[in-house]
Structure formats: structure tokens, C-alpha cells
């Protein structure tokens, strides 16, 4: 039995793993056609021909909608941008609340905010991390608008039930598929489930551009709200002859013709490199399969997993070490990835601790000193973001392991290294309790 490296062992690879890069040729030609063109935007914040941008932005949003299947793509430059935008042409505002995960990246839910709504979280599906039907079922009120379904880690939330809630209530669901490209649901791809999905391009997603993001959605009007509140809806409304009002306060969230040209180049990448994920983690799972107290993840039969990180549930009882020591000893025996070398071996704990359990939320302050939206005299509900609110995410933040490692150009060999760490760990778990209660 090897000794493990945190005990004065060998690691078991220090070569360092390969860059997840999608950039290549076909990027830098575009961008090179662009910056030739001398045209870098062509929005103008009024309502004439350039309110739409310019010619890479509406090809890119074309070929995006066609890609999915929708009706209308709709470019920004981020994600929380297209979040705050959807949430916007839902028609979100003061009194309202919008239900969401408390077990995703902060701008889930502060997309609700910005329009002075408030973020009601409903629990989580232990076995998929996304939002939990039922839960959600119990969190609707009077004063609900919508829902922000999260597709967490790659992982289709069980959408058909969630609709069907939405329907009887009517609300307006938002996806946000944000890690969850070319993921699919009963064989449907995700952001064309609800009324809106929103999709990332940030530097560690799937498919990139830096940063920028795109909405889908299959409805006109919320298309044109969309638009609108991208770029500068106040100053278009009059000249568009738009009548309804309702958030049309704008803002520039408007995507550039660079990364509009990248982003086109990264869509027709994106199938393959989804593919290429996929098989990565079916061979790693295969070489994990049957270590004592990690599960690994859950997927419905019919949905398509797209693992924008690999998530394992770790079993303390089973094992008899804490998490953090288990982890510990993993990175220890592991590289880091080139291009990331300063963040050392992409695995970590948990993901994030549940939102409502973070300053603003536990504070209620966020815009002033006055309370609001929380304590804003047009909201007539009861904020609740007490410990204990949404178990499963509480539980889920003390019991997962997320990693990186399967991301291509990850070979089998690299792969082998990986899921050898982890045979190693879990063969040293006598002197690694021995190491751990000693301090």
C-alpha cells in the first residue's frame, strides 16, 4: 500500500492536467474578420436600426434560436445580466416574490432583487440538487410571480411538474441554465422548458466567450421586453410605441461584435465538446464505481447530464473521516490544471452555502439602510430565511465533493490518475483517521 503524499508519501501524478481550452483558430480568425471590419458595436441606446446591434450579435442570436429550437435568442453580456433582464420582463417588481434555489451562484436570486422583489428559496431534490417540485409547490402565495429553476452542475431540473405549478398559478418561469448548455430533459433541451432560459459564456463554462450570456424564449412579447431592457428601454419606449411600462427601466447589458463572432464559432464547438464531457465522466464513474461512501450523481432516465462540474455525495458515517480531511488528502495526491496552476487540483467541498444564510438575507438590507425590498411598505409577506429552511440544501452543502477533472482534453490515462487518487485515499483510511485524530 502506497503511503499517501499528506502523510510524507509520493503524490500520485505532479505532472499538471491539461487546460480546458476551446479557443482556437476559428475564434481568432473571427475576431480578426471583426476587428477588420471596424465595426466593434452597433448598438445605439434609442429606437432606430442600430437598437439591435450590430451584424455578428443578430447572426449569433439567429443561430442560437435555431440551435435550440426556440422562438427568439436575445444576446447580453452575462448571465446575471439576462437573469436580471428575464426577471424584468416577467414583469417582477415591489411586493412581489419570486421563488428560487437557495443552492446556486447569488445572481439566481438577486435578479429578483433589483426589481425590489423578494427571493422566496425552496428546498432542493437531494438526489439532483435542483429545485424540488413540491417544495416549490409549498412556497407559492398570493404574491408569487415566478420561478428561477436552476439546472445545477449540468443536471435538468424535473421541469414538467414545476410547469405544471406555474401554470395553475400563473407564473413565469425563468430557467437558468447558466451550467447547463445542450443539457436536455426527457429529451428537450433546457431553456426552451419555461418561458425564458438563460445560457453563461463565462471563461469556465462549457463554451465561452469571456463573458457574455443569451436568453431564450418562445414568446414575442417577452422577446421585446427583453430587448428593451438590454438596452436602455426608457429612452425607446416612446419612439418604439411601447405601452407597458412595467421595468422598462433599462440598462446596457448589450453584447459586443467580438464576442458575438466567438460566441458563434463556440455553439457550432458545442455538441462535441458536451460529448467529449460526457464519455469522460462515464469512464471516470466506471473506474469509481463501488468506493464505499461516494454516490455518484443521479440522473433521471430520459435527461441528458452535461457535468459542468462532477458532483459525488460524500457519506462521513461510511468513511469515518470528516469531508474536509478526505479532501485533503485528494488534492494532495493531485496536480493542478495548466492555465489554473494557482488554484491547485480542481476539487473542492460542497458548492455554495445556502443563499438565505448569507449577510444580506440574514441583515435583510439591500438597497439603503431602510430594509428594502424586505421591509418595503408595498410587501404584505413574511421573509423566512432561518437556518434549517431548506434542509436538503443544508445538507447537500456539508456532504459534496465538486471536481473538474473530467473536462476534455482529459485522457484516459489523465482520467486513471484521477479516479486513482481517490482508490488511494479510501485504501489509506485507517492511517488517515490515525493522522486526523492525532491533529
Not at 443536471?155 to 430557467?175: F, K, N, S, T, Y
Not at 490544471?337 to 460542497?350: N, S, V
Request: charged share 20%.
Amino acid at each position: 500500500m502506497n503511503t499517501l503524499a499528506l502523510l510524507g508519501g509520493e503524490p500520485l501524478r505532479k505532472t499538471l492536467f491539461p487546460a480546458y481550452s476551446v479557443i482556437g483558430k476559428e475564434e481568432i480568425d473571427a475576431v480578426r474578420a471583426v476587428m477588420e471590419s471596424g465595426i466593434l458595436s452597433r448598438y445605439v441606446g434609442a429606437w432606430n436600426e442600430g437598437f439591435y446591434g450590430g451584424p455578428q450579435v443578430r447572426a449569433f442570436e439567429d443561430e442560437w434560436a435555431g440551435a435550440f429550437a426556440a422562438r427568439h435568442a436575445v444576446a447580453v453580456n452575462s448571465a446575471t445580466s439576462g437573469l436580471i433582464s428575464a426577471a424584468g420582463a416577467a414583469g417582477v417588481g415591489p411586493g412581489d416574490e419570486v421563488i428560487v434555489s437557495p443552492y446556486t451562484m447569488m445572481a439566481s436570486a438577486t435578479a429578483a432583487l433589483v426589481f425590489n422583489a423578494v427571493p422566496v428559496f425552496a428546498d432542493i431534490d437531494p438526489r439532483t440538487y435542483c429545485l424540488d417540485p413540491e417544495s416549490v409547490r409549498s412556497r407559492v402565495t398570493p404574491r408569487t410571480k415566478a420561478i428561477i429553476v436552476v439546472h445545477i452542475f449540468g443536471q435538468a431540473a424535473d421541469m414538467d411538474p414545476i410547469m405544471e405549478i406555474a401554470e395553475a398559478h400563473g407564473l413565469v418561469v425563468i430557467e437558468d441554465c447558466a451550467q447547463a448548455p445542450f443539457a436536455t430533459y426527457k429529451g428537450r433541451p433546457v431553456g426552451t422548458l419555461g418561458h425564458m432560459g438563460v445560457f453563461s459564456f463565462n471563461y469556465h463554462k462549457h463554451i465561452h466567450t469571456g463573458e457574455g450570456g443569451v436568453v431564450t424564449t418562445n414568446d414575442d412579447g417577452l422577446c421585446e421586453r427583453l430587448q428593451l431592457i438590454r438596452n436602455h428601454g426608457e429612452a425607446v419606449v416612446g419612439g418604439k410605441g411601447v405601452v407597458n411600462l412595467i421595468d422598462m427601466v433599462g440598462f446596457n447589458f448589450r453584447m459586443g461584435e467580438i464576442e458575438a463572432a466567438i460566441a458563434r464559432c463556440q455553439l457550432a464547438k458545442g455538441p462535441a465538446l458536451i460529448a467529449a464531457r460526457q464519455a469522460n465522466v462515464a469512464y471516470l464513474e466506471g473506474k469509481l464505481a463501488g468506493l464505499p461512501g461516494l454516490a455518484l450523481p443521479a440522473v433521471a432516465p430520459g435527461n441528458g447530464h452535461v457535468y459542468y462540474v462532477h458532483a459525488l455525495t460524500y457519506d462521513e458515517a461510511a468513511l469515518g473521516i470528516p469531508r474536509a480531511a478526505f479532501v485533503k488528502a485528494l488534492k494532495a495526491e493531485l496536480p493542478a490544471t495548466a492555465l489554473r496552476e494557482r488554484e491547485g487540483p480542481l476539487i473542492g467541498e460542497g458548492y455554495v452555502r445556502p443563499l438565505y444564510l448569507e449577510p444580506m438575507y440574514q441583515e435583510r438590507i439591500a438597497y439603503g439602510d431602510l430594509g428594502c425590498p424586505f421591509a418595503c411598505p408595498f410587501y404584505e409577506g413574511e421573509t423566512d430565511y432561518r437556518p434549517g429552511l431548506c434542509p436538503n440544501a443544508e445538507t447537500a452543502h456539508g456532504t459534496v465533493i465538486t471536481h473538474e477533472l473530467m473536462r476534455p482534453p482529459m485522457t484516459e490515462a489523465d482520467l486513471d490518475d484521477v479516479a486513482g487518487a481517490f482508490h488511494k485515499v479510501v485504501e489509506n483510511l485507517p492511517a488517515l483517521r490515525d493522522h486526523h485524530r492525532g491533529g
